[in-house]
């Protein structure tokens, strides 16, 4: 059950994020879910192995170059689902770190008090 909300609380952050940044492109909420379904997947099959290929330029650039990661796999996601599209990659980077941002928080409020 939390998995799913989690996708919908997603999906709610790419619609408000398609609304705010000017070159991001969701036709509807359906697409909002598959593109939501589409990331988490994405992060949790592609993003380790890039993650693996690409740790020198990690180290080196001091983690940085994990934003370029996040850009990439929303860069994937705007190809994979139709109705969903980013025109660039720094739209995509601006995307991905507030993406990042509104998960963070909208995640925050779904921890449960620990007795």
Request: no cysteine; charged share 10%; hydrophobic share 70%.
């Amino acid at each position: 059950m939390k998995i799913f909300l989690k996708i919908l609380l997603t999906a709610v952050a790419v619609m408000v994020l398609a609304h705010i940044i000017p070159g991001v492109l969701v036709t509807n909420y359906v697409t909002a879910v598959l593109v939501a379904i589409t990331i988490s997947l994405l992060n949790m099959f592609v993003r380790p192995l890039l993650v693996f290929f690409t740790l020198p330029a990690t180290i080196v650039t001091l983690g940085l170059f994990l934003f370029v990661i996040n850009a990439i796999i929303i860069l994937l996601a705007g190809k994979l689902v139709a109705g969903f599209a980013v025109s660039g990659f720094f739209t995509a980077l601006l995307f991905s770190v507030l993406l990042s941002i509104f998960r963070s928080f909208l995640f925050s409020l779904l921890k449960e008090e620990k007795k």
